[in-house]
């Protein structure tokens, strides 16, 4: 059975940083792409990074650039999602997600993704 779950969420004030982890069961990441995504209330899920299964490639919103880090670990099953000069509109749940094969132009797609974890709440805040 195919499960994700995400941690590392909290209360941080603006300027700070949080690494959000995603921990895989049931498969291997050297298969999967997996996504972070994020939703603010009333708001839809947007797309924050995602990294490849065959070369480990990464994308990024326009939002998140040069702030956000996405990584994995094969060896741990799991993806972090380093998250640097945290400001308040960063504020939302975060989701990753997985799926077998996303052409790099629809990473940030949600309804391609297949699997999804339970979410993990992140409030930039002073």
């Known amino acids: 059975q195919l499960q994700l779950v995400e941690s590392g969420g909290g209360l941080v004030q603006p300027g700070g940083s949080l690494r959000l982890s995603c921990a895989v069961s049931?498969?291997?990441?050297?298969?999967?792409?997996i996504g972070w995504f994020r939703q603010a209330p009333g708001k839809e899920r947007e797309g924050v990074s995602s990294?490849?299964?065959?070369?480990?490639?990464?994308n990024y919103a326009d939002s998140v650039k040069g702030r956000f880090t996405i990584s994995r670990d094969n060896a741990k099953n799991t993806v972090y999602l380093q998250m640097n000069s945290l400001k308040p509109e960063d504020t939302a749940v975060y989701y990753c997600?997985?799926?077998?094969?996303?052409?790099?132009?629809?990473?940030?797609?949600?309804?391609?993704?297949?699997?999804w974890g339970q979410g993990t709440q992140v409030t930039v805040s002073s």
């Open positions: 049931g498969f291997t990441l050297d298969y999967y792409v």
């Open positions: 997600a997985a799926d077998r094969w996303i052409a790099k132009i629809n990473w940030g797609l949600a309804r391609l993704y297949d699997y």
């Open positions: 990294i490849s299964s065959s070369d480990g490639s990464t």
